[in-house]
């Protein structure tokens, strides 16, 4: 482990001599329990509020819509959990030994979380990065001084994973590839902290969870864990209506690479959304909710309205992964 790590990871790994990657996960049950008042942003990371969606589902009966706010996170996005995770374990495990930097391919969001991470840790960050990822996230990972490598936009982020293997194999000394589409600890982040927070928050009245997906790993962490204490629960996706759409950070899996840590058994049921039905349902969290959030927002909401429509009574809940900020370049918004 390099030496600049801040105390507080330090004396937190002094502390956990027995932690076993990939076997025992109660380290990173204490750092994402850690009190807020902790003297480290990571202390910031995960228990974001669940807020309710009352007018989106005024009309609906026996139904009610309830939507974790993950902008809350310090990085502003669901993806701050995962990448925490996963940087902990390579730490623990030795595998940024001597320097090494850490490598990923990301379409932004899991680039700000290993930014802002790898900069409080003093970590090195190297990212490849579709050339038209959003203006305001590039800006934003060069703020926190991450190597970016720019990749062909055409070929999207199938292109920039693709880069990404090739660097890690050509570099290895150099580079440790933390592959968020298939590394374990990205749905773990989330079966052990964002499950739990939406069981804890619904007082285990929760029916229906709904997700966009990107590498798979909120769904397939959240449903994993929702499971595991609901049996009878049901989990539904939510994906593009088609391979050429407009909702950053989440893939139509039929005509993409499916990650490594996707399990489509877990899936009850998909529901497709458009990018104009997620622009639309974007738009009207903003002025009927006062809510200012990402395109997959916009998604995961018009599904979960799409999926009320057809359930007679239950509770279901989405995620809201990241604010609207940084998307209003885009042309939709009027
Ligand atoms: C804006 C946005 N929404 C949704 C997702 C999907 O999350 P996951 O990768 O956990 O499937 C991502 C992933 O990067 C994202 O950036």
Not at 69 to 87: H, Q, T
Not at 256 to 263: N, R
Request: glycine share 8%; hydrophobic share 40%; charged share 20%.
């Amino acid at each position: 482990m390099s030496a600049d790590n801040t105390p507080f990871i330090q004396e937190w790994l002094n502390n956990t001599p027995e932690y076993n990657p990939g076997e025992d996960y109660s380290l990173f049950e204490k750092v994402f329990s850690l009190p807020r008042n902790a003297p480290s942003i990571l202390s910031q990371v995960g228990s974001t509020p669940l807020l309710k969606l009352g007018k989106m589902s005024s009309s609906l009966d026996n139904v009610k819509i309830y939507a974790k706010a993950e902008w809350f996170n310090p990085g502003g996005s669901v993806k701050d959990r995962a990448a925490l995770a996963m940087i902990l374990d390579a730490l623990n495990s030795g595998h940024l030994d001597g320097g090494k930097r850490i490598l990923d391919a990301t379409s932004g969001n899991t680039g700000i979380g290993y930014a802002w991470i790898g900069a409080s840790l003093g970590i090195g960050v190297t990212l490849c990065v579709p050339k038209n990822a959003s203006p305001e996230r590039i800006k934003m990972l060069k703020a926190f001084g991450v190597d970016l490598i720019l990749t062909d936009p055409l070929e999207g982020t199938d292109g920039a994973i693709l880069h990404a293997k090739e660097l890690a194999e050509t570099d290895p000394d150099k580079y440790h590839y933390l592959d968020q589409y298939s590394n374990p600890m990205n749905p773990m982040a989330h079966y052990l902290t964002t499950g739990p927070e939406i069981l804890r928050d619904t007082q285990k009245t929760v029916t229906h969870f709904v997700a966009c997906l990107g590498t798979s790993g909120t769904f397939v962490g959240i449903t994993k864990r929702l499971r595991k204490e609901l049996p009878s629960f049901r989990a539904v996706a939510v994906q593009p209506d088609g391979p050429f759409h407009g909702i950053e950070g989440v893939k139509h899996m039929e005509s993409a690479l499916v990650p490594g840590i996707y399990d489509p058994d877990l899936v009850d049921e998909t529901i497709f959304v458009s990018t104009q039905e997620a622009q639309k349902m974007t738009l009207r969290l903003a002025k009927e909710e006062g809510i200012l959030v990402g395109v997959s927002s916009g998604a995961a909401v018009a599904a979960s309205i799409k999926l009320a429509e057809k359930i007679e009574e239950g509770i279901i809940v989405t995620i809201l992964p990241d604010r609207g900020e940084r998307y209003l370049t885009d042309s939709f918004w009027r």
